[in-house]
Protein backbone atom coordinates (compact mmCIF):
# COMPACT_ATOMS: atom_id res chain seq x y z
CA UNK A 1 0.00 0.00 0.00
CA UNK A 2 1.19 3.46 -0.48
CA UNK A 3 0.31 5.41 2.51
CA UNK A 4 0.34 9.15 3.73
CA UNK A 5 1.58 9.28 7.24
CA UNK A 6 1.05 12.77 8.59
CA UNK A 7 3.63 13.59 11.30
CA UNK A 8 5.99 10.89 9.78
CA UNK A 9 9.23 13.33 10.83
CA UNK A 10 8.02 12.98 14.30
CA UNK A 11 9.30 10.34 16.89
CA UNK A 12 6.79 8.10 16.57
CA UNK A 13 6.17 8.68 13.38
CA UNK A 14 9.49 7.94 12.22
CA UNK A 15 9.28 4.62 13.56
CA UNK A 16 5.83 3.85 12.26
CA UNK A 17 7.49 5.03 8.49
CA UNK A 18 10.53 2.30 8.87
CA UNK A 19 7.59 -0.25 9.86
CA UNK A 20 5.57 0.03 7.02
CA UNK A 21 8.74 -0.12 4.88
CA UNK A 22 9.78 -2.98 6.42
CA UNK A 23 6.59 -4.86 6.02
CA UNK A 24 6.34 -3.71 2.18
CA UNK A 25 4.55 -0.57 2.32
CA UNK A 26 5.46 2.77 0.60
CA UNK A 27 5.07 5.43 3.65
CA UNK A 28 4.89 8.96 2.21
CA UNK A 29 5.99 11.32 4.81
CA UNK A 30 3.79 14.32 5.34
CA UNK A 31 5.06 17.36 7.93
CA UNK A 32 5.78 20.47 8.19
CA UNK A 33 8.87 20.28 10.77
CA UNK A 34 7.42 22.40 13.22
CA UNK A 35 8.16 19.79 15.87
CA UNK A 36 9.63 16.78 13.48
CA UNK A 37 13.48 16.35 11.92
CA UNK A 38 14.78 15.82 8.56
CA UNK A 39 17.29 13.47 9.35
CA UNK A 40 14.38 10.96 11.34
CA UNK A 41 12.91 10.29 7.20
CA UNK A 42 14.77 7.81 5.90
CA UNK A 43 11.91 5.75 4.56
CA UNK A 44 9.98 7.16 1.71
CA UNK A 45 9.52 10.73 0.57
CA UNK A 46 9.32 14.07 3.02
CA UNK A 47 6.67 16.27 1.47
CA UNK A 48 7.09 19.67 3.46
CA UNK A 49 3.24 20.52 3.62
CA UNK A 50 0.73 21.68 6.54
CA UNK A 51 -2.69 20.30 7.32
CA UNK A 52 -3.96 23.14 7.38
CA UNK A 53 -3.44 23.42 3.93
CA UNK A 54 -6.80 21.77 2.39
CA UNK A 55 -5.62 22.44 -1.79
CA UNK A 56 -2.31 20.66 -0.98
CA UNK A 57 -4.06 18.02 1.31
CA UNK A 58 -6.53 17.39 -1.98
CA UNK A 59 -3.19 16.65 -4.28
CA UNK A 60 -0.96 14.93 -1.68
CA UNK A 61 -3.89 12.33 -1.15
CA UNK A 62 -4.24 11.04 -5.12
CA UNK A 63 -3.42 7.76 -5.90
CA UNK A 64 -2.92 7.09 -1.98
CA UNK A 65 -4.12 3.85 -0.46
CA UNK A 66 -4.46 4.66 3.20
CA UNK A 67 -3.74 7.02 5.62
CA UNK A 68 -1.60 7.23 9.80
CA UNK A 69 -2.74 10.19 11.06
CA UNK A 70 0.26 11.03 13.65
CA UNK A 71 0.49 14.90 12.92
CA UNK A 72 -0.71 16.80 16.02
CA UNK A 73 0.61 19.47 19.33
CA UNK A 74 1.09 16.72 21.89
CA UNK A 75 1.86 19.17 25.12
CA UNK A 76 -0.81 18.60 28.15
CA UNK A 77 0.53 21.95 29.79
CA UNK A 78 0.77 23.89 26.78
CA UNK A 79 -2.81 23.01 25.57
CA UNK A 80 -4.03 24.27 29.07
CA UNK A 81 -2.12 27.50 28.45
CA UNK A 82 -3.28 27.63 24.76
CA UNK A 83 -6.00 25.60 23.89
CA UNK A 84 -6.73 27.02 20.83
CA UNK A 85 -3.40 25.57 19.31
CA UNK A 86 -4.15 21.91 20.21
CA UNK A 87 -8.46 22.15 18.56
CA UNK A 88 -6.69 24.13 15.74
CA UNK A 89 -3.59 21.89 14.95
CA UNK A 90 -5.43 18.03 16.03
CA UNK A 91 -8.67 18.92 15.86
CA UNK A 92 -9.68 21.29 13.27
CA UNK A 93 -6.76 19.96 10.84
CA UNK A 94 -7.61 16.52 11.37
CA UNK A 95 -10.74 17.50 9.67
CA UNK A 96 -9.29 19.14 6.36
CA UNK A 97 -7.72 15.52 6.40
CA UNK A 98 -10.77 13.82 6.59
CA UNK A 99 -12.53 16.01 3.94
CA UNK A 100 -9.57 15.53 1.80
CA UNK A 101 -9.57 11.53 1.91
CA UNK A 102 -13.44 12.14 0.81
CA UNK A 103 -12.59 13.89 -2.09
CA UNK A 104 -9.87 11.33 -3.39
CA UNK A 105 -12.14 8.33 -2.20
CA UNK A 106 -9.48 6.96 -0.12
CA UNK A 107 -11.51 5.04 2.86
CA UNK A 108 -8.68 3.98 5.38
CA UNK A 109 -7.07 6.07 8.35
CA UNK A 110 -5.13 4.59 11.77
CA UNK A 111 -5.06 7.58 13.94
CA UNK A 112 -2.99 8.38 16.56
CA UNK A 113 -4.85 8.68 19.73
CA UNK A 114 -4.31 8.95 23.33
CA UNK A 115 -4.94 7.73 26.75
CA UNK A 116 -5.77 11.27 27.42
CA UNK A 117 -9.14 11.03 26.11
CA UNK A 118 -9.93 9.00 29.67
CA UNK A 119 -8.86 11.58 32.16
CA UNK A 120 -9.05 10.24 35.24
CA UNK A 121 -9.78 6.60 34.82
CA UNK A 122 -11.84 4.73 37.36
CA UNK A 123 -10.77 1.52 36.43
CA UNK A 124 -7.06 0.40 36.25
CA UNK A 125 -6.05 -1.61 34.03
CA UNK A 126 -8.17 0.66 31.51
CA UNK A 127 -10.28 -0.88 29.18
CA UNK A 128 -11.92 0.69 26.15
CA UNK A 129 -15.10 0.66 27.47
CA UNK A 130 -13.81 2.99 30.39
CA UNK A 131 -15.93 6.78 29.55
CA UNK A 132 -14.01 9.08 28.09
CA UNK A 133 -13.93 12.10 30.16
CA UNK A 134 -10.69 14.11 29.06
CA UNK A 135 -9.35 16.46 31.61
CA UNK A 136 -7.46 19.17 29.44
CA UNK A 137 -7.37 20.61 25.85
CA UNK A 138 -4.56 17.87 24.89
CA UNK A 139 -7.38 15.07 25.58
CA UNK A 140 -10.19 16.62 24.49
CA UNK A 141 -8.79 17.59 20.79
CA UNK A 142 -8.21 14.06 20.22
CA UNK A 143 -11.89 13.17 21.94
CA UNK A 144 -13.30 15.39 19.33
CA UNK A 145 -11.34 13.67 15.96
CA UNK A 146 -12.44 10.42 17.44
CA UNK A 147 -16.15 11.31 17.71
CA UNK A 148 -15.33 12.95 14.05
CA UNK A 149 -13.70 9.56 12.54
CA UNK A 150 -17.02 8.12 13.99
CA UNK A 151 -19.86 10.48 12.42
CA UNK A 152 -17.64 10.42 8.75
CA UNK A 153 -17.49 6.46 8.95
CA UNK A 154 -21.56 6.65 9.29
CA UNK A 155 -21.93 9.80 5.98
CA UNK A 156 -18.71 8.79 4.07
CA UNK A 157 -18.00 5.20 4.54
CA UNK A 158 -14.75 5.71 6.34
CA UNK A 159 -12.73 2.94 7.99
CA UNK A 160 -10.99 3.51 10.92
CA UNK A 161 -8.46 2.49 13.61
CA UNK A 162 -7.88 4.73 16.65
CA UNK A 163 -5.33 3.60 18.62
CA UNK A 164 -4.52 4.95 22.50
CA UNK A 165 -1.22 5.25 23.30
CA UNK A 166 -0.29 4.88 26.58
CA UNK A 167 3.45 6.36 26.98
CA UNK A 168 5.73 5.78 23.99
CA UNK A 169 9.57 5.10 24.94
CA UNK A 170 12.87 3.83 24.07
CA UNK A 171 14.49 4.19 20.31
CA UNK A 172 14.94 2.41 17.64
CA UNK A 173 15.96 -1.37 18.04
CA UNK A 174 18.83 -0.79 14.92
CA UNK A 175 20.05 1.85 16.69
CA UNK A 176 19.25 4.62 13.39
CA UNK A 177 16.67 6.89 14.80
CA UNK A 178 15.43 7.70 18.25
CA UNK A 179 13.79 10.44 20.92
CA UNK A 180 14.72 14.29 20.63
CA UNK A 181 11.47 16.65 21.71
CA UNK A 182 12.11 20.62 22.05
CA UNK A 183 11.04 20.92 24.92
CA UNK A 184 11.48 17.66 26.01
CA UNK A 185 8.59 16.33 28.84
CA UNK A 186 9.05 12.93 29.13
CA UNK A 187 10.72 10.83 32.03
CA UNK A 188 12.89 8.37 30.22
CA UNK A 189 15.12 10.77 28.05
CA UNK A 190 15.24 13.66 30.95
CA UNK A 191 16.47 10.86 33.39
CA UNK A 192 19.31 9.78 30.96
CA UNK A 193 19.83 13.62 29.93
CA UNK A 194 20.60 13.88 33.95
CA UNK A 195 23.10 10.65 33.96
CA UNK A 196 24.45 12.21 30.31
CA UNK A 197 25.38 15.30 32.16
CA UNK A 198 23.09 16.80 29.34
CA UNK A 199 20.81 18.94 32.22
CA UNK A 200 21.68 18.98 36.38
CA UNK A 201 18.99 16.90 37.61
CA UNK A 202 15.52 15.68 36.81
CA UNK A 203 11.67 16.25 38.74
CA UNK A 204 10.15 14.07 40.76
CA UNK A 205 6.56 15.42 40.22
CA UNK A 206 4.54 13.97 43.76
CA UNK A 207 6.15 11.68 46.06
CA UNK A 208 3.04 10.60 47.92
CA UNK A 209 0.35 8.77 45.24
CA UNK A 210 -1.11 5.78 46.57
CA UNK A 211 1.56 3.64 45.07
CA UNK A 212 3.93 1.11 46.32
CA UNK A 213 6.82 3.70 46.36
CA UNK A 214 4.91 7.08 45.95
CA UNK A 215 5.52 8.15 43.09
CA UNK A 216 3.16 7.81 39.89
CA UNK A 217 2.60 4.77 37.74
CA UNK A 218 2.74 4.63 34.01
CA UNK A 219 2.21 2.13 31.51
CA UNK A 220 5.35 2.35 28.99
CA UNK A 221 5.33 0.81 25.41
CA UNK A 222 8.44 0.37 23.32
CA UNK A 223 8.21 2.84 20.15
CA UNK A 224 9.44 -0.12 18.12
CA UNK A 225 6.16 -1.93 19.10
CA UNK A 226 4.03 1.00 18.84
CA UNK A 227 5.24 1.29 15.82
CA UNK A 228 4.21 -2.46 14.46
CA UNK A 229 0.68 -1.88 16.04
CA UNK A 230 0.14 0.72 13.04
CA UNK A 231 1.08 -1.42 10.66
CA UNK A 232 -1.11 -4.32 11.84
CA UNK A 233 -4.07 -2.13 12.12
CA UNK A 234 -3.34 -1.08 8.72
CA UNK A 235 -3.58 -4.37 7.22
CA UNK A 236 -6.45 -4.95 9.62
CA UNK A 237 -8.35 -2.18 7.73
CA UNK A 238 -7.35 -3.54 4.48
CA UNK A 239 -8.41 -7.40 5.47
CA UNK A 240 -11.90 -6.06 6.53
CA UNK A 241 -11.54 -5.27 10.08
CA UNK A 242 -14.09 -3.10 11.18
CA UNK A 243 -13.97 0.19 12.47
CA UNK A 244 -12.55 0.30 16.57
CA UNK A 245 -10.57 2.13 19.34
CA UNK A 246 -7.96 0.21 20.81
CA UNK A 247 -5.18 0.84 23.36
CA UNK A 248 -1.66 0.61 22.94
CA UNK A 249 0.02 -0.67 26.11
CA UNK A 250 1.49 -3.29 27.95
CA UNK A 251 -0.76 -3.90 30.83
CA UNK A 252 1.44 -3.41 33.42
CA UNK A 253 3.40 -0.10 35.12
CA UNK A 254 6.69 1.31 36.86
CA UNK A 255 6.57 4.13 39.06
CA UNK A 256 8.59 7.06 38.49
CA UNK A 257 11.50 5.99 41.17
CA UNK A 258 12.25 2.62 39.25
CA UNK A 259 12.01 4.05 35.77
CA UNK A 260 15.15 6.33 37.37
CA UNK A 261 16.82 3.69 38.75
CA UNK A 262 16.96 1.66 35.67
CA UNK A 263 18.23 4.38 33.89
CA UNK A 264 20.88 4.91 36.41
CA UNK A 265 21.72 1.11 36.67
CA UNK A 266 21.76 0.88 32.57
CA UNK A 267 23.94 4.09 32.33
CA UNK A 268 26.18 3.73 34.69
CA UNK A 269 26.05 7.01 36.21
CA UNK A 270 24.03 8.88 38.75
CA UNK A 271 20.84 10.61 38.40
CA UNK A 272 20.83 13.66 40.53
CA UNK A 273 16.45 14.08 41.03
CA UNK A 274 14.86 17.15 43.29
CA UNK A 275 11.30 16.62 44.52
CA UNK A 276 8.63 18.33 43.11
CA UNK A 277 4.84 19.15 43.88
CA UNK A 278 2.36 17.29 41.73
CA UNK A 279 1.06 18.58 38.75
CA UNK A 280 -2.28 19.28 38.88
CA UNK A 281 -4.46 16.39 36.29
CA UNK A 282 -1.74 13.79 36.80
CA UNK A 283 -3.42 10.32 38.11
CA UNK A 284 -1.99 8.48 40.11
CA UNK A 285 -2.08 5.29 37.82
CA UNK A 286 -2.44 4.85 34.09
CA UNK A 287 -2.19 1.28 32.89
CA UNK A 288 -3.71 -0.46 29.78
CA UNK A 289 -5.70 -3.25 29.31
CA UNK A 290 -4.52 -3.82 25.54
CA UNK A 291 -6.58 -7.34 25.04
CA UNK A 292 -8.34 -5.68 22.14
CA UNK A 293 -5.17 -5.19 19.79
CA UNK A 294 -4.09 -7.87 20.82
CA UNK A 295 -7.07 -9.99 20.17
CA UNK A 296 -7.68 -8.18 16.85
CA UNK A 297 -4.49 -7.49 15.45
CA UNK A 298 -2.80 -10.50 16.38
CA UNK A 299 -0.36 -8.13 17.84
CA UNK A 300 2.07 -8.51 20.77
CA UNK A 301 4.70 -5.95 22.10
CA UNK A 302 7.40 -8.00 22.08
CA UNK A 303 10.53 -5.53 23.16
CA UNK A 304 8.18 -3.37 26.23
CA UNK A 305 10.31 -4.58 29.26
CA UNK A 306 11.54 -1.88 31.24
CA UNK A 307 15.64 -2.78 30.87
CA UNK A 308 15.00 -3.16 26.76
CA UNK A 309 13.24 -0.17 26.59
CA UNK A 310 15.81 2.26 28.59
CA UNK A 311 19.07 -0.06 27.05
CA UNK A 312 17.62 1.09 23.74
CA UNK A 313 17.24 4.92 24.46
CA UNK A 314 20.23 5.07 26.40
CA UNK A 315 22.31 3.60 23.38
CA UNK A 316 19.79 6.20 21.14
CA UNK A 317 20.98 8.82 23.06
CA UNK A 318 24.91 8.43 23.58
CA UNK A 319 25.38 8.07 19.85
CA UNK A 320 23.46 11.43 18.98
CA UNK A 321 25.63 13.28 21.50
CA UNK A 322 28.81 11.73 20.34
CA UNK A 323 27.38 12.75 16.21
CA UNK A 324 26.82 16.23 17.44
CA UNK A 325 22.70 15.42 17.19
CA UNK A 326 22.18 16.63 20.31
CA UNK A 327 21.04 20.44 21.07
CA UNK A 328 21.58 21.98 24.45
Given at each position: ?142 FYVEEALAA ?177
Amino acid sequence: MRVLVTGGAGYIGSHVAKALARAGHQPIVVDNLSMGHRWAVRWGPLIEADLADRARLCELLKGVDAVIHLAASAYVGESVRDPGKYYRNNFANSIHLLDAMVANHVQQIVFSSTAAVYGEPEQVPIPETEKRRPINPYGESKFYVEEALAAYARAHGLRWLSLRYFNAAGADLGGEIGEMHSPETHLIPLAIYAALKLRPHIEIYGDDYPTPDGTAVRDYIHVDDLAEGHVRGLEYLQEGGQSAAMNLGVGRGYSVRSVIDVVQRISGAPVCVKQAPRRPGDPAELVAAPDKAKRLLHWQPRHSDLETIVTSAVRWHRQALESGLHRD
